[in-house]
């Protein structure tokens, strides 16, 4: 009886042991799937605080979206400009983003008036914005993003050494 008590006791300790190694297995796994969403998010962190210091915003300042929509275009100087109808009157000043849906800049406003205001569209030649390009795998990798006389987008200033891989903007 006392041995079959003790060989119990035994197969019962390793059994417990199978499910503590079972479980610390599963408990890394988890640690590392967590430390990756760490990671990203202080990847996002700093990516946002990278924008919001090129679009001049602070922490705590809530900017409120005005919708407008586009009433005229022209071309003056080789560069592209629209012209939007929202003007001072509704708190539109110079030099603030303008963005389309999904968050996409399109350009900066280059002057305002009290019912209309002039945007100068990112692909005019006169157009200069920082930019950062990261994705999961490399470290992020600035630059200017400039506009050209053909309206094309120009990636420049890219540090030396620093390679792009395709598809990475």
Known sequence: YQFSYQIKEWTEVLTNLKKTKEEISRLKEENLQLQSQINQLREIAQENQFLRKQLNLSQSLEKKLVLAQV??????????VIFINKGKKAGIKKNQPVIIAGNILIGQIIESFDSFSKVLLINSPQSK????????????????LKGSSDFRLILDLIPQGKKLKENQI
């Not at 009433?71 to 592209?80: L, T």
């Not at 914005?129 to 200017?144: A, F, L, R, W, Y």
């Open 71 to 80: 009433v005229g275009s022209q071309i003056e100087n080789f560069n592209q």
């Open 129 to 144: 914005i920082n930019v950062m390009i990261q994705d999961k795998t490399s470290e992020p990798i600035q630059g200017i």
